[in-house]
């Protein structure tokens, strides 16, 4: 069974770089044909695609924060992570990360992890 | 880019049958997945591929999709469905594949 989980600070300043990572148990990052993406989800809002990464390393992203986000991987670890630069209060929300195929579900997700940017 | 269109909220008496659309030009054409989310919790498929039902998910719980309109039905709806459902589609219009979600809507359990 395919596990996710998010991990990083809970509390990012304005103007910084938020840091997260996504711990892919069960399964290897490696496999063939799957997008691991990064899912966001502001207080009360609905759900919002940032982008993702796939198994081959190549990348894209939502075009409405293309110009902050660096989806990235690292087969070592079994792990993927979001940095998204210049923060401020709007990027406050719940981060996700999830595996999908294309044209099929994101079938697994992590918990979420909520990300605060206050001073 | 791709646009899916639900309704804010829906609401259903225990026991009755919930419809919920999910509205996106010539979505026919595409496979739709749908999720629900409880408060607090992360989203769980409930359908997939316009009309699947992953294991686990009642049989309440079912899907179609023609045209311009895809809809989750929930029958004999329970206190437990109340949630919020989102639909999802892979777009492929671009150079990559587009991850697209509707905005949600509320199901109320009255």
């Known amino acids: 069974q395919v596990q996710l989980q998010e991990s990083g600070p809970g509390l990012v300043k304005p103007s910084q770089t938020l840091s997260l990572t996504c711990t892919v148990s069960g399964g290897s990052i490696s496999s063939g044909g799957y997008y691991w993406s990064w899912i966001r989800q502001h207080p009360g809002k609905g759900l919002e695609w940032i982008g993702y990464?796939?198994?081959?390393?190549?990348?894209y992203y939502n075009p409405s924060l293309k110009s902050r986000v660096t989806i990235s991987v690292d087969t070592s670890k079994n792990q993927f992570s979001l940095k998204l630069s210049s923060v401020t209060a709007a990027d406050t929300a719940v981060y996700y990360c999830?595996?999908?195929?294309?044209?099929?579900?994101?079938?697994?997700w992590g918990q979420g992890t909520l990300v605060t940017v206050s001073s | 880019s791709y646009v899916l269109t639900q309704p804010p909220s829906v609401s259903v008496a225990p026991g009755q049958t919930a419809r919920i659309t999910c509205g996106g030009n010539n979505i026919g054409s595409k496979s739709v997945h749908w999720y629900q989310q409880k408060p607090g919790q992360a989203p769980v498929l409930v359908v997939y591929d316009d009309s699947d039902r992953p294991s686990g998910i009642p049989e309440r719980f079912s899907g179609s999709n023609s045209g311009n309109t895809a809809t989750l039905t929930i029958s004999r709806v329970e206190a437990g469905d109340e949630a919020d459902y989102y639909c999802q589609v892979w777009d492929s219009s671009s150079d990559h594949p587009d991850v697209v979600f509707g905005g949600g809507t509320k199901l109320t359990v009255l």
């Open positions: 990464i796939y198994y081959s390393g190549s990348t």
């Open positions: 999830a595996r999908g195929s294309y044209n099929k579900p994101l079938g697994y």
